[in-house]
């Protein structure tokens, strides 16, 4: 049976099929699957009225169970739609938060390297005025000091993220990875994933 968008099995035998009682045996049954609702879903001759006679009760409530379908279909699209637009909040802040992470790595290894450049900066005066106040005597040292210094120079000006006026650095678009830590209950595969539900 079809009622709206919602096909319905109804189902007619014996209530009584192997009873020896002729009458028992001769007894039908009318018999909708089990519902959610828990309402009644099975209707039987008895002395008092034939089933014929009761099924309006069994067409009402089918149309009582087409009506509890459609708003409970209702309700769950309205829930998709709350959990989609709950999901899309979470991964915007996601998105920011991961961008974020990834601007401070940047600026964390900038920093480095212009600790490690000023460090070796300072070394490289060090040699160099080590180099002023040899007396001449090594030469061939002297001159491999000099190709060292001019080599290590040029590496520390090669560091040194200050050397030029540094802008803000280019972003990726975050991959699931890195939006994980920032989006507790969700997964960036979608609202209706659960594979963190044992965040939830």
């Known amino acids: 049976m079809v009622v709206g968008d919602f096909a319905y099995t109804v189902t007619i035998k014996q209530e ?4 020896e009682d002729p009458e028992r045996a001769q007894s039908l049954m009318v018999e909708l699957p089990h ?49 989609k637009v709950r999901w899309q909040a979470a991964m915007d802040s996601a998105r920011e938060q991961a961008i974020q992470a990834q601007l401070a790595t940047v600026l964390s290894e900038q920093a480095k390297d212009w600790h490690q450049a000023r460090a070796l900066s300072q070394y490289c005066d060090a040699m160099e005025h080590r180099l002023a106040a040899s007396d001449g005597s090594a030469a061939p040292q002297v001159v491999s000091t000099r190709q060292w210094l001019e080599w290590a120079r040029a590496y520390v000006r090669s560091l040194d993220s200050l050397r030029e006026l540094p802008g803000i650095p280019a972003t990726g678009d975050p991959d699931p990875e890195e939006l994980k830590p ?5 997964s960036p ?12």
Do not use: H, M, N, T
Request: proline residues 3%; positive net charge.
């Open 16 to 19: 009584f099929p192997l009873s």
């Open 182 to 186: 920032y989006l507790k209950r969700w």
């Open 189 to 200: 595969r979608g609202p209706e994933e659960y594979g963190y539900s044992w965040r939830r």
């Open 35 to 83: 519902g959610r609702s828990g309402r009644q879903g099975k209707w039987a001759d008895r002395k008092r009225w034939r089933l014929e006679d009761i099924l309006g009760a069994v067409l009402r409530e089918v149309e009582v169970r087409s009506r509890e379908d459609a708003q409970r279909r209702i309700d769950e699209e309205r829930a998709k739609e709350g959990r």
